[in-house]
């Protein structure tokens, strides 16, 4: 556990994330919204039970949609730890959101194209993995990044690509998001110390058609003994560990995950967009092409 952090325990909690990356600035997500891609639907009291613990305002709207007309957005009983990590953690990043958009379907593509089409939610992230179907999926990435969305994916937790899960986050034209342990001065304060999280998974892509990207071969080298002809895994990445979290009516510390990073990262990316847009500057879009 972490004497800095500011939740129960001395577990992390979403303010300490904004803190430490981003520290006490006026930005707050203002006019932007954060979708998140989900398989299945939540429990809105969990979300209300974690501000509620932690003693902070949810000032925030969260709309769901079932993108397959079929798949329920909410439920009573459900393991929807995954699901309301997401929402938590990206509202304490940028806690004046316009609205967290939470797209639900059993079918990824019905989720991703439900993203691609509402072009004015400018930052996404998804913390789940599911069968590769590069073909139909590619093509919607490059679509976001041309469209000035930002699409961000968790990398994994189980310290290698391939064991983790290696699709969406070996494609090349979205942001894969690894795990880091950070360590802050004291409860909401400032970034004094970061190393790699050992379970974060990374390493070049699994499928061999998908090769090295432009973007990232100025940086191989011995050090990070990454691939000169494969897309290597993460390209970013944000604390994973020591979390506090709020899901099936209960509330525990201890949790950890790449998960928790990639929604954090829409968080900024929402804030980085409030401030593009007040200066009439185009929205970050894909990262690795800003």
Not at 80 to 99: F, H
Not at 230 to 242: F, G, I, W
Not at 252 to 270: E, L, Q
Request: net charge negative.
């Amino acid at each position: 556990l972490r004497a800095g952090a500011a939740g129960p325990k001395g577990n992390y909690i979403g303010s300490d994330m904004r803190a430490a990356y981003y520290g006490n600035g006026s930005l707050t997500g203002a006019g932007q919204s954060v979708g998140l891609f989900e398989f299945v639907g939540y429990n809105p009291d969990d979300i209300a039970l974690y501000f509620q613990t932690v003693g902070q305002p949810l000032n925030v709207p969260v709309n769901v949609v079932s993108t397959d007309g079929k798949t329920p957005v909410t439920c009573t009983k459900c393991d929807d730890g995954e699901q309301v990590l997401d929402i938590d953690y990206a509202i304490s990043m940028a806690p004046g959101l316009a609205q967290v958009k939470v797209y639900v379907a059993k079918n990824a593509d019905s989720i991703l194209n439900a993203m691609a089409t509402d072009t004015t939610v400018l930052q996404h992230s998804t913390s789940w993995g599911w069968r590769e179907n590069f073909a139909v999926e590619d093509p919607i990435f490059k679509e976001m990044a041309m469209q000035g969305q930002t699409f961000l994916t968790a990398s994994g937790d189980y310290s290698s690509l391939k064991r983790s899960g290696p699709w969406p986050e070996e494609d090349a034209n979205l942001t894969a998001v690894g795990g880091t342990d950070v360590i802050t001065d004291g409860p909401g304060g400032s970034y004094k110390s970061e190393k790699g999280w050992p379970y974060s998974a990374g390493g070049p892509s699994v499928d061999d058609r998908i090769t090295i990207p432009n973007y990232q071969l100025p940086f191989i080298n011995a050090q990070n003994m990454g691939s000169k002809t494969l897309r290597n895994v993460p390209d970013v990445a944000l604390n994973s560990d020591h979390y506090y979290i709020c899901f099936k009516s209960k509330c525990f510390g201890g949790d950890g995950g790449t998960s928790y990073a990639s929604p954090i990262w829409a968080g900024f990316v929402a804030l980085a967009n409030q401030q593009a847009a007040a200066h009439g500057d185009p929205a970050v879009g894909f990262l690795a092409k800003t």
